[in-house]
């Protein structure tokens, strides 16, 4: 059996050292690229969400590869996530390749399926030790996951540029080599403890940024266009909404993130008070949360045409006015140019720091948001506007689908 999944972020890491445990072989496809994506769209149905379209082209290059079996995470709704696996089976059967898939439904939903599933890929490991298998690999994944934490907490204060990725590809190397629990954890510290070695200079100001919406463009920087490096160059202190190993754990407790899936619901719950698929809910409460830890702004970013994140788009507004935080929506599909993107967040930045500005010279008593835009103009900067009539660069309509933007994501920024 060769294995071959799709690609999203370090998780395929994470799928390497299950496979080695298991004796199987694991064909990972090549990175994203425009290639792939060129594939996916190419075979894809048209208004499908970018996800899709991309794994369709890792599939497709895995198998190329040399790859005989396709292993897919699945889902039970209400978004599109959970036709995922069947739809890329049929697809790639179309195509002509000949090849087992197998699809590892949530525990929680499927549990049955789930053990069949995994004892098959297990290869003949007892119950208990696939099981062993799986949580080392998962620790094997929030080890990586805490190492991108630290990386981007360090990237805004390094003092020689590319220090903090060279930790972190170092430490990504140290942790792969480990085997044991203990060499996993030993391989961790040494790899957060590097990271914390990089030359910093704390002294500098920086903007707080926090990264919302759906998972895989949080997760695989080929979709967001390396978001986090970008604004780290930049001097911005970035943290995400989602961590691979909290989206894939069994468990509610997000420790990557720091905050138990019950507290984010409840932080959203004033504004969204129920599930509506993927992300859309936790993008809400995580909002809520970045706002306590002191955060400036949050990008939030969809792909085109996401059911959940469309409908988080259209509250959002209502909880950043709440909270008196600016923020930065982008959508993504597979017209979005790099050069777009990073001029709306150059653009963001720019509101970001001239908050911060006002803020500062305000008076006692005033909030920066008083400084920056009376609750009263709050309309007036929905439809691009400051309140001094100078364009923030968003040129954006309320509504979602007349957003496009020639060359660019459809985005709104918002103070
Ligand atoms: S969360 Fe959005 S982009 Fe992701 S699979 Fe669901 S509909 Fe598609």
């Known amino acids: 059996m060769k294995i071959t999944t799709p690609l999203m972020g370090t ?3 994470i799928i390497e050292d299950l496979c ?3 004796d199987r072989e694991y064909i990972v496809p090549p990175p994203n690229t425009a290639k792939t994506m060129k594939l996916g769209v190419q075979h894809g149905p048209e208004t499908a969400c970018l996800p899709l379209k991309l794994t369709i082209g890792n599939l497709i290059q895995g198998l190329e590869a040399g790859a005989d079996t396709t292993v897919m995470i699945g889902g039970g709704g209400p978004c599109r996530f959970g036709y995922y696996a069947d739809l890329q089976r049929r697809i790639l059967e179309n195509l002509g390749y000949e090849f087992e898939s197998y699809t590892i439904e949530p525990p929680g939903q499927r549990p049955v399926h789930f053990v069949k599933t995994v004892k098959h890929l297990a290869n003949g490991r007892s119950y208990r030790q696939a099981y062993q298998d799986v949580k080392h690999c998962f620790r094997k994944g929030q080890a990586l996951d805490r190492i991108e934490r630290d990386g981007n907490a360090t990237r805004c204060y390094e003092v020689t540029r590319g220090d903090a990725d060279r930790a972190r590809d170092e430490g990504f ?3 792969r080599a480990a085997w044991t629990w203990d060499e996993i954890e030993a391989a961790e510290r040494e790899s957060l403890a590097l990271m914390a070695a990089v030359e910093k200079d704390m002294s500098r100001d920086v903007l707080k940024v926090g990264l919302i919406g759906e998972f895989y463009l949080i997760l695989e920087p080929f979709t967001n266009f390396d978001i986090e490096g970008y604004l780290g160059e930049r001097g911005v202190y970035v943290d995400r909404g989602t ?4 989206w894939i754990g069994v468990g509610d407790s997000n420790p990557i993130f720091g905050t138990h899936e019950d507290e984010i619901v409840e932080a959203a719950a004033p504004y969204l008070d129920h599930w509506v698929g993927g992300d859309g809910q936790v993008a809400i409460g995580r909002t809520v949360l970045f706002k306590e830890r002191d955060f400036d702004g949050v990008v939030h970013l969809l792909p085109f045409t996401c059911m959940p994140e469309i409908i988080a788009k259209q509250i959002l507004p209502v909880v950043l006015r709440d909270k008196d935080m600016p923020y930065l929506s982008l ?3 597979e017209q979005t140019g790099k050069a777009g993107v990073h001029t709306r967040l150059e653009a963001f930045l720019d509101l970001l720091e001239s908050r911060r500005r006002q803020g500062r010279l305000t008076a006692p008593g005033r909030t920066p948001r ?3 835009c009376a609750p009263d103009d709050f309309e007036e ?4 506007e400051t ?6 660069g968003a040129g954006a309509e309320p509504d979602d689908e007349d957003t496009r933007t020639s060359g660019g994501p459809r985005e709104r920024i918002e103070a």
């Open 331 to 333: 959508v993504v599909d």
């Open 11 to 13: 998780v395929q890491y």
């Open 20 to 22: 080695a445990r298991w």
């Open 381 to 384: 900067v929905v439809a691009g």
């Open 370 to 372: 008083a400084a920056a």
């Open 243 to 246: 961590y691979t190993s909290d």
């Open 387 to 392: 309140r001094d009539g100078g364009d923030t």
């Open 173 to 175: 190397d140290i942790v």
